[in-house]
Structure formats: C-alpha cells, structure tokens
C-alpha cells in the first residue's frame, strides 16, 4: 500500500520503518531531515501523487500550515492521518481544512522511538474518527493492525482530557526532575524509583516540541497541573503538621 509521510523526525523516521516492515511502500518529504535516497521525494506534490495515505508527522503548531499547503495536492480517495498527541486541534483541522472531500482520521500513537528500541508490547494507538468519514476509520484501524497495532477508538475531547492527566502530568514531573537533576545517577535508586527511569529518559531524549506540544496545545494540560500542584501543596502541608504522621498511600483495591 502506498504511504506518504511528511515529516521525517524522529517519530516520522520509526513510523515509516515500522510501516516499511509491515511492507508498506513508502514515500517521504522533509526537505530539513536526511531521509534514505529510495523514499526521498523532493516536493509535497510528489510525495502525494500515486499515496494512498498521507501521514502528517509532523510537530502539532505546524499542522495548519501543511494542511493548507496540502489541500490542492490531494485528490478524492485518498486518506490524510496525523499522529499528534493532542488530538481536539488536529481533528477540528482536518475537519476544516479537508471536509467531506478528502477523508481524514485522527491517530495518536501510545509509543515512540525508545519504545520501539525497548522492543515495548503492546503497540498502541488511540483512533479519533470523523463523523464524516467513518469508513476511513475502519481502513485505518486495518492500516494500524498491519503494523501489530492495537486500536483504542475514542473521541477527541476524550482523548486529550485522559491525555492531560497520564501523559502530560507525566512529562511534566518528569521535567522538574530532569531540571533539579535528579536520576542522573542510579546507582542507589530503589526499585520504587527505577520505575520513574523510563518517564526520565523519554524527557531527556525527546525532541524538545513535544513537552511544550504536550503542555500547551493540550487544552486541558494547564487545569490537570494546577489540580497537581493544589494536591502537592495540600501533601506538603499535611506533612508539617501533626496530621502528617497519619498520611499513606492508599493501595488499590483488590
């Protein structure tokens, strides 16, 4: 099946392996990025023509700008994914930008790179239809399932409200960490911190977009860090007071 990827970073770069794997052809355009001369295309019209899909890999602030340059290149059956952590703005773009003629489908893959190097199972990516394109929601779960994916199908608001409180409080601890330094020698780290390695790593190895991407583009990111920083608060002062001798971490039912 012909795939075209605009954007070749690093996320960009290990879709279109896993893609090339599953035996997909592959065709990529980032004039900025060293792409392998056999899927190299120099011009968005070309790596358009002959695609089936058009996979937007590109960092979410830019996903407007490619749309629009997008658009006059693209003709009736083929299919426009994105694979942005937020998914409310992209959504409502396509929406916009590509309507009832071009079919679209929003996808956020549960993985990256040092996922993908660690070999981590299983893959998974959350599906956020158009409600004017439902039949290209079911080809891209088939498109996904291709590449051993497992397929969440869910709304987009929903989406980026759990998104806010998993993956963005996530990278936000974990950025203060990395900022005071912390966990940058394991060599006395209990297993109860070893835990907080990978969040740690994921932080200091990725492209440095995402974090703000995650934090700022995501509309419910700033309510689910205040909520945080309220009940951090609230711990920080029970601790000083008598109340503190009492506090415990409630296990899970079970």
């Known amino acids: 099946m012909p795939i075209a990827l605009l954007g070749y970073g690093r996320f960009g770069k290990a879709f279109a392996q896993l893609l090339h794997a599953a035996g997909h052809d592959i065709a990529v355009f980032d004039p900025k990025a060293e792409v392998p001369p056999a899927w190299a295309r120099t011009t968005m019209t070309k790596v358009v023509d002959g695609a089936d899909w058009i996979v937007l890999a590109m960092p979410v602030p830019r996903l407007a700008s490619a749309l629009q340059e997008l658009r006059p290149c693209l003709r009736a059956g083929q299919t426009v994914i994105d694979v942005g952590s937020v ?14 003629e071009i079919a ?24 956020c239809a158009s409600s004017r394109h439902p039949l290209a929601a079911e080809q891209a779960r088939s498109l996904l399932q291709s590449i051993h ?40 780290a209990p297993p109860s911190f070893l835990g907080l390695a990978n969040m740690l790593a994921a932080v200091r190895g990725d492209a440095g977009h995402l974090f703000a991407a995650i934090q700022r583009e995501n509309p419910h990111a700033a309510e689910a860090r205040a909520a945080l920083l309220d ?9 000083s007071i008598d109340e503190g001798r009492t506090l415990s971490i409630p296990g899970f039912p079970g």
């Open 104 to 127: 679209h489908v929003g996808t956020h893959p549960l993985f990256g790179p040092l996922s993908l190097e660690r070999n981590e199972q299983p893959l998974r990516v959350v599906l």
């Open 231 to 239: 009940q951090l608060a609230l711990i920080h002062h029970r601790l």
């Open 149 to 188: 994916c497992e397929v969440i199908e869910c709304d987009a608001p929903s989406h980026d409200r759990a998104m806010a409180y998993t993956h963005a409080l996530a990278f936000f601890i974990a950025k203060a960490l990395v900022d005071l330094g912390i966990g940058e020698d394991l060599s006395m």
């Open 87 to 100: 998914k409310e703005e992209p959504c409502r773009l396509m929406d916009e930008l590509l309507g009832a």
